[in-house]
């Protein structure tokens, strides 16, 4: 496992597959920025509003973001890169481009501190939409459609089930349940994305995160030397 003294923090930035090259750029130069003064750049899920690979096709509207991801491990800097539940049909091309893939929660130690991160869209109990999308057969079936209709298929479906997932409190119970029994796994600091409102728990001496969006809120998180940091982007319009 790699030491990491700095680390970015960035999750659920929604790319939509129409008009979000600005949005990426933006992203991008705040990442190059940030990026000088830190080893790693995490992703923690939905970065992509919908993201779909075929064995020799991937989707044109993130070119902006595979640029990124290639300048960033040029310079030297890690990439890691959790699926979320709008983004997770990823094939081999990200890991082709020097990012590292994580599909499930994963723990880090980071400057002696030991961080879980995940999506967050899978805790608690079974979610059949999640069952339907991330179900073998239907990908496979999925990838047997013209890509301009499939995709435009799940343009619709992912805006959908975006807006109303974002009208629904999140019932935070259940994340904190989940926290829980990661801190009693060795967990000190877990830290999750997907609800797109930040908050910050205590639990004795443990810390449970939930890191908020960049799609509105351009939260971000920033890690160094094992204490975490959370933040907000302003810039003034140039
Ligand atoms: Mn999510």
Request: aromatic share 14%.
């Amino acid at each position: 496992m790699k030491r990491y003294r700095r680390v970015l923090l960035v999750s659920d930035t929604h790319f939509s597959l129409r008009n979000s090259k600005g949005s990426q750029e933006e992203l991008g130069s705040f990442v190059k920025k940030q990026i000088k003064s830190c080893d790693a750049l995490f992703l923690l899920g939905d970065i992509f509003d919908f993201y779909h690979e075929y064995n020799h096709v991937i989707p044109k509207a993130f070119f902006s973001m595979y640029v990124l991801f290639r300048d960033l491990k040029d310079m030297g800097k890690d990439v890691h890169y959790w699926t979320g539940n709008h983004d997770f049909w990823h094939g081999d091309f990200l890991k082709s481009v020097g990012v590292v893939v994580h599909r499930k929660e994963e723990m880090f130690n980071l400057g002696g501190v030991n961080y879980l991160f995940a999506h967050g869209d899978d805790i608690g109990r079974f979610n059949p939409v999640n069952f339907i999308i991330k179900n073998d057969i239907n990908r496979f079936l999925f990838r047997h459609i013209h890509p301009d209709i499939g995709f435009e298929i799940a343009r619709v479906v992912s805006r959908l089930s975006r807006i109303s997932s974002s009208r629904k409190k999140p019932r935070i119970k259940k994340y904190i349940d989940f926290a829980r029994s990661k801190f009693r796994a060795g967990a000190d600091v877990v830290v999750i994305g997907h609800i797109h409102e930040q908050y910050t728990f205590k639990v004795g001496e443990k810390l449970f995160i939930v890191l908020g969006d960049w799609m509105i809120h351009r939260y971000y998180g920033l890690i160094e030397d094992g204490r975490i940091s959370l933040r907000r982007w302003n810039q003034l319009p140039e």
